[in-house]
């Protein structure tokens, strides 16, 4: 959808929202698969996990395997987990480091870059067939020390994707400082959408986020909508502490929080420099996997980063209650649908998304 209909769109008020069989029917999430997930940039990982040549590390993206590592000229790869001898998942292990990679069926074996090694069972005039077999790559692009993959060939490259978005997280000086550091999943009994919506207003905020309220301005929290992102924030209140962050001295001052197209979120709270990702990721049409990703300087976590963590981990419970409460409404026969207020611009831009992905 084109940034000056999203713009036009936001002027409607009291429009309708999704129709709620979008939240509960399992063809719907088939088309999500297919038409969205399939054709969009999917965070993977960060480069502190390939540090050396070897390092690896593999992932499900849109039900596919995937493996990203760096090789021995330094470059950092994405391909499919899978051997083009017999279609068996190549690399069973998370993550490790390897000089060469090998098929445990056959053993067939892959260099770094994907090339064909060795493939121990064709050999004389078999071999000549088989020379050219390596494995499949993905679509890959790293911006801001964050990895990103894309089934679609054609997909536009991650860089021209979300306008400005990784130029607004370049003027993050400590960013280029921050590693990941650990990562949590929880199993949401929702539609991955529900959560995407929650997270993109804050008209509840004053109601199911006391200590969010307490802590951030929110006569002053705004909603931007951006080519295939949007943003929300604010400042911190004066002589407001979460846990014994200081915020007054922090390195940050305001709370930035922003969503990617279709189901990545960048959080940067105020205090020690951070950030964090939330990934929304189908395991059904009323199932979704949320992985909460952290990224600070050291895995050692500091006193205040720690209560960092536990004020964000507050917050994310307090939404978790309430799609999930959500999710049995869209299944009631009361409403088909709700509605928009003014203020939730940047639903209705995720919404419109959706349908033209969908083609609906």
């Known amino acids: 959808m084109a940034y000056n209909q999203v713009q036009n769109a936001t002027n409607r008020t009291f429009e309708r929202t999704l129709s709620y069989d979008k939240y509960t029917d399992p063809k719907v999430l088939e088309k999500e698969m297919d038409l969205v997930f399939s054709k969009s940039w999917q965070l993977v990982g960060h480069v502190s996990q390939v540090e050396k040549p070897g390092d690896f590390f593999t992932v499900d993206v849109a039900g596919e395997p995937i493996i990203v590592n760096r090789g021995k000229d330094e470059v950092i790869r994405a391909f499919y987990n899978v051997c083009p001898h017999r279609a068996t998942k190549l690399?069973?292990?998370?993550?490790?480091?390897?000089?060469?990679?090998?098929?445990?069926?056959?053993?067939?074996?892959?260099?770094?870059d994907g090339q064909l090694n060795k493939a121990p069972n064709f050999r004389g005039e078999d071999a000549a067939c088989v020379k050219d077999a390596c494995l499949r790559?993905?679509?890959?692009?790293?911006?801001?020390?964050?990895?990103?993959?894309?089934?679609?060939?054609?997909?536009?490259?991650?860089?021209?994707?979300?306008?400005?978005?990784?130029?607004?997280?370049?003027?993050?000086?400590?960013?280029?400082?921050?590693?990941?550091?650990?990562?949590?999943?929880?199993?949401?009994?929702?539609?991955?959408?529900?959560?995407?919506?929650?997270?993109l207003e804050c008209d509840h905020c004053h109601v199911a986020h006391p200590g969010f309220v307490a802590a951030l301005d929110m006569n002053d929290y705004q909603i931007i909508t951006c080519d295939n992102y949007s943003i929300q924030g604010t400042v911190v209140k004066p002589d407001k502490k979460y846990g014994s962050v200081n915020l007054d001295e922090a390195e940050m001052q305001g709370g930035s929080f922003y969503w990617l197209w279709p189901n990545l979120m960048v959080t940067i709270y105020p205090g020690p420099g951070n950030m964090a990702t939330i990934?929304?990721?189908?395991?059904?049409?009323?199932?979704?996997?949320?992985?909460?990703?952290?990224?600070?300087?050291?895995e050692n976590l500091t006193q205040d980063e720690k209560d960092l963590v536990a004020f964000a981990e507050q917050v994310r419970q307090e939404d978790i209650e309430l799609v999930e409460l959500e999710q049995i409404g869209f299944r009631s026969r009361a409403f088909k649908n709700g509605r928009y207020s003014s203020s939730e611009k940047a639903i209705l831009q995720f919404h419109e998304m959706v349908l033209e992905a969908l083609n609906d």
């Open 279 to 298: 990934q929304m990721i189908p395991i059904d049409h009323e199932t979704s996997l949320a992985v909460y990703t952290y990224y600070f300087r050291d």
């Open 91 to 112: 690399e069973r292990t998370e993550a490790g480091n390897k000089k060469i990679l090998q098929c445990g069926y056959h053993g067939w074996t892959f260099k770094l």
């Open 137 to 199: 790559s993905v679509r890959i692009g790293i911006m801001e020390s964050l990895i990103f993959v894309n089934l679609d060939d054609n997909a536009k490259p991650l860089s021209e994707s979300y306008g400005d978005f990784f130029e607004k997280l370049s003027k993050f000086s400590f960013l280029s400082e921050l590693k990941r550091t650990h990562q949590r999943t929880r199993v949401v009994k929702a539609n991955w959408k529900a959560y995407i919506d929650n997270y």
